[in-house]
């Protein structure tokens, strides 16, 4: 599964990009998740590791330190402007313990196929009594709250659901969570699973430019605003 993970995404770069141009989604996801994990722990964030990268618009968040960017698609790192990038898995970090002031899993731990074991990493390489942070998807719905997924007979799917991110998180942090809601757009959702690795979500089977297609096709009929739900996650 984690090479099907690395190839979804070294084939996403530009549309992942498109849809932050047209959204600012990831951006707002980063920065909430950096302000709650600043009133947390007992020390700035300093040295903080970004796991899940990517193309960099969490890690432009962390400025008030050192970031180090690790991602396990070359091809996102090498659309990420920072300085210091590490190309790695979650399972097993490429770093000493008690090495950094926060792990920031933003919009990436649900990627993991075993999320308990990259939150027991992130607990080893975090200094006592710093935070780790993450961010799962809840799903689109309508206004009146109706899954934009149920009339169409097919899920949107992570690797890991948010039941087990939080499960993962809970057995080695104590946890805060809770919920954040987006206004958007049926061209949006559109937009989004025109990513190929966002795509895999609804056909992870198909080639990259099958998925995309079949993506497109299932959501062209969705219309009217919509609401993108997000749960977050802040340990210490």
């Known amino acids: 599964m984690k090479d099907a993970i690395r190839r979804n ?26 302000a709650v994990m600043s009133t947390r722990g007992d020390r700035p964030l300093w040295r903080v590791l970004d796991a899940g990268a990517g193309t960099g618009i969490s890690s432009r968040q962390f400025t008030d330190g050192s970031t180090i960017a690790l991602d396990i698609s070359r091809s996102m790192l090498e659309a990420n402007p920072v300085e210091h990038r590490v190309q790695g898995d979650f399972d097993q970090l490429p770093f000493g313990t008690d090495s950094f002031d926060a792990v920031a899993f933003t919009a990436s731990l649900f990627l993991a196929p075993d999320p308990a074991r990259a939150a027991t ?38 690797p890991s659901g948010v039941e087990a991110v939080e499960t993962a998180l809970e057995d080695v942090f104590t946890v805060e969570t809770g919920i954040w809601s987006f206004e958007t757009t049926a061209d949006a959702l559109r937009t989004f699973h025109a990513v190929p690795a966002m795509a895999a979500r609804l056909y992870p089977r198909l080639e990259a430019t099958a998925r995309v297609e079949r993506a497109r096709d299932l959501l062209a009929e969705v219309e009217g605003p919509l609401r993108q739900h997000w749960r977050w996650f802040v340990g210490v």
């Open 9 to 34: 995404f070294d084939e996403s770069v530009t549309a992942y990009a498109e849809y932050e141009r047209q959204t600012g989604r990831f951006a707002a996801l980063a920065d909430r998740l950096c």
């Open 121 to 158: 990493e992130a607990r080893r390489v975090l200094r006592s009594g710093a935070p780790v942070g993450a961010v799962a998807p809840l799903g689109w719905t309508t206004l009146d709250n109706e899954d934009v997924f149920t009339p169409l007979s097919r899920e949107s799917r992570s």
